[in-house]
Every structure is written in C-alpha cells, then in structure tokens.
C-alpha cells in the first residue's frame, strides 16, 4: 500500500525529469540573463553595492575578512563563480537564495571581474547578507542587482547617425562609457542624459580589442516605460510600463494595441514616430481583453495617447542577446537531474521560508496564477512552457507528501502508524481526521484563489 501510495507523487517527479530531459536533449535559446550569473545594473543603496571585496588567485585561498577590503562594491560585468561553494544559474538564482534563506544571512561569494576582453579576470571573495528591500507587497530580501544584458550593436539607424560618423558597426560591444563598465539599459541612459555638445567616450570590444571611440550624443524621441510585444498581425501586446506611461496613455499591461496614428504597428514604424515626433503625443487604438471572463471587466476598446520624450541618442538599435543550450544523450540525464532537484530544494525552501515566516503567504498563488505564468511562458517560448509544465509538476510532488489526511502524504502517514500499532485506526477518528484535512485544503485553496484576485483585478483598479 506505501508503495501504490508513493507511485502517484512519484509519476509527478518523473513527468518533470522527462519534461527537463527532452528540453537538454532537444536544445533551446535563451535570453543571456538566463545562462549566465552575471551582474547588471547594481542598486546604489544595496548589500551588493557596498560589498567588501578581497582579491584571491583561487578558490581555495581562504581572505582575511578582518582587514581593510581591496576594493569595495559589485560592477556591471561581474561574474558570480561560485554562492557558498556552490555554481548558479542566472541572477534568478541569486533572487532565490536571498528570498529562501532570509534577510541578514550572510553567504560567501566569489566574484570575477574582467578588466579586458579575453584578458584574465581578476578574483575576489567576499561575504554579504541580502536586506529588505522595496516597499509594501515587493519588499523583501534582496542583494540589490540585477541581470546583465550586454549592449552590442544590432544596426546602426541610419548612415548619417552620429553612431556611424564615429565609426561603430554592427556586432560592436560597448564595454565602458567614460571609463565605467555599463549594461545595455545603463548605455541607453548614459546617452539619453549627456548634455547637448557634449562628447562621450566610448571603450568598444571589437574582434577580441578594445578599440577607443568618441561620439556625441543628438535629441531625438523615444517612448519610454513602455513594453510591447510587436505581433505579426501589425497589433502589439502592452507587457509592461511605468506607473507614469499609465498615468498618461490609459494603459494597461495586455491591453492589445491596434494602431498608433491609423497605422498598423511595426519596429520600423515606431521607430519613424519617434523620429519625426519628439517631445509629441502619439493616437493609439487599444482593445483591453475582459478580466476574469467578463465578471470583473468586460472587452472594449479604448483611445490611449503616448508620450513621445526628447531624449538623447545616437543611433544604434541594440540586439537583444541570446545563448544557444543543448545538450548530448549523456549530458542531457544529468542536466535533468540538476533542473529537478533545484526545482525540489526551492519548494523545500519556501516551505521553510513560510514556516520561519521569511516568505510572506501573499506570494502563494492559485490556479489564476498558474494561468497567468503558463500563458505568458507560452508567448516568450515552447521551452519556457515546459520548463513551467515541469516546475508545477515539481509542486505537486512536494504538495502531495504534505501529511495531510486527504493527500498521499497523509495516507502515507496513515498506514504507517497502522504498521507500528499493528492495528487500523479507530474508523470514527479516521473520518474526523479526514473531514479536518478536507477543511484546510478547502481553505487553502480559497486563500491562494483569493490572493490570485487581488493580483488580477484589485492592483491594476488601484493603479
């Protein structure tokens, strides 16, 4: 009966080794945030911001942690070698850790910091705690980075753009801008607030070299704090935007535009617009898609106004970098172990996390939520709904163990105490226990339903 009892979580697990095994066999591409724990644009108020470093030439060299620090801080371009002994994923790993082990527990890192491309990097250690960090429902432990995205040319916008007078090329990697390494979003900025005349001074990696450019900067439009995914149809999903591109277009993440200024909605169109209408107000015909299947909020179009902002630039369009992945019919077993058992460990943790009370319950989510996050990994990429797919079957592995009388966990527990009393269980007191187990999962499930709610319909009415 154990083993009956066991093979159902059991199916739950291998369903995910089989989900994670046919994603490493079969290969994907994926964004660079997601193959490499480097480290982007760095909070200035943050544990990772004043992180004393020591310089080691290798990981066994144990630093002296009570002497003056060799240099101070994480930088754009930073590598995270190793989490307390351990290799990580991306950056979304390192979220995990802070988030599952809780505020001001410190971890041992070392860090590699490239100085030149193909040069050696140079290695530090050091030992750092997450803070809380934000506010109200997204504050929490946080080490205060955020994922590398390198900036290299795509194209160039046009020929006379000061880009290509200074003699940039597509492929080009901005390493430095005035001697600071920089992330793609940090290149952008530093160009959008350049003053007018002003000359910048750019280290670009080139063929292995770094070669020195000077560009200066012209004002141009661009529409800022809004995401949007461009559809073949000439229509673009709203995915993301600032609270103040809210404030003033009217718009809301997955709401469907349909035309801006009467015209179906391309790269090369936008990228017109924001040409030809700096500092303007662009016409656009949205429809917003009904909310909780019309209860909430029913579909219907509506009229939003984009702000087009001068800013300044200089004429490249960046590529959105990506990282081919696949592994052999020997690699792709381990690969599958590795995903399976972080996806175990995590659930374990946030487990713990709820226990201890370092994990807020308002995070749980329902069967909205899974609709949510299947759907949008469904528009990023096949692979990215397996890999969902496999981390809920994860969940439900761990989900169905909990000793609770109604789920397996708890029939688990059942019969072993049979087996050590020798004897069933009183009937009267097995029916308790089950009506009991019946309640709280029904509660549970109206809890994280509940939760899911507030998520889809209260925040966005508030905003």
């Known amino acids: ?89 991306n950056i979304s790993e390192l979220a995990a850790i802070a988030v599952l082990h809780g505020a001001d527990t410190p971890h041992d890192f070392i860090i590699e910091r490239e100085t030149a491309p193909g040069q050696p990097p140079l290695r530090y250690a050091c030992r750092i705690a997450p803070r809380v960090m934000g506010e109200g429902r997204s504050a929490r432990p946080r080490f205060g980075v955020a994922p590398f995205e390198t900036p290299r040319v795509g194209e160039l916008a046009r020929p006379d753009a000061p880009a290509a007078m200074a003699g940039l090329q597509p492929g080009d990697v901005i390493w430095r801008v005035n001697g600071k390494r920089v992330t793609r979003s940090q290149f952008v900025k530093a160009m959008e607030e350049t003053p007018e005349g002003r000359t910048v001074s750019l280290d670009v990696a080139r063929n292995g070299e770094l070669i020195q450019l000077e560009v200066q900067p ?139 009370r370092d994990v807020s319950p308002r995070d749980l989510g329902g069967p909205l939520m899974i609709y949510d996050v299947t759907s949008q990994a469904a528009r990023v990429g096949f692979s990215w709904l397996v890999r969902i797919t496999a981390l809920i079957s994860v969940n439900l592995f761990i989900f169905n163990l909990l000793p609770l009388p109604v789920l397996d966990g708890g029939q688990i527990v059942t019969n072993l105490v049979e087996g050590l009393r020798g004897k069933p269980l009183n009937t009267v007191i097995l029916e308790r226990v089950q009506q009991i187990g019946i309640v709280l999962v029904l509660l549970l499930m109206i809890y994280v339903t509940f939760n899911d709610i507030m998520r889809r319909i209260a925040e966005p009415l508030l905003q």
């Not at 009956?4 to 964004?31: D, H, K, Q, R, S």
């Not at 066994?60 to 930073?78: C, I, L, M």
């Open 1 to 89: 009966r154990l083993l009956i009892l066991f093979m159902g979580p059991l199916m739950n697990l291998a369903l995910a080794f089989v989900l994670y095994f046919g994603i490493a066999l079969a290969g994907e591409t994926v964004p660079e945030w997601d193959a490499s724990p480097r480290v982007g644009e760095v909070d200035a108020d943050s544990p990772a911001a004043s992180a004393p470093l020591y310089r080691i030439h290798n990981e066994t060299d144990v630093p002296d942690y009570a002497a003056p620090p060799d240099a101070v801080g994480w930088e754009p371009g930073d590598l995270i070698a190793r989490v307390d002994g351990k290799s990580i994923r």
């Open 218 to 356: 012209e004002t141009t439009g661009r529409i800022r704090g809004l995401s949007l995914a461009i559809q073949p149809d000439g229509t673009a999903e709203v995915l993301t935007l600032t609270a103040s591109m809210a404030a003033v277009s009217g718009l809301r993440p997955g709401d469907r535009l349909v035309s801006l200024e009467g015209q179906s909605i391309t790269e090369q169109r936008i990228r017109e617009l924001e040409q030809l209408r700096a500092g303007d107000m662009l016409a656009a015909e949205a429809v917003r898609p009904a909310r909780m299947f019309g209860l909430a909020a029913r579909s219907g179009y509506l009229q939003a106004r984009i702000p087009v902002d001068r800013v300044r630039a200089v004429g490249v369009v960046l590529d959105s970098v990506t990282v081919a992945r696949r592994f052999g019919l020997l690699g792709a077993a381990p690969e599958a172990l590795r995903n399976g058992w972080r996806d175990v460990a995590q659930t374990l943790l946030t487990l713990k996390g709820l226990v201890a």
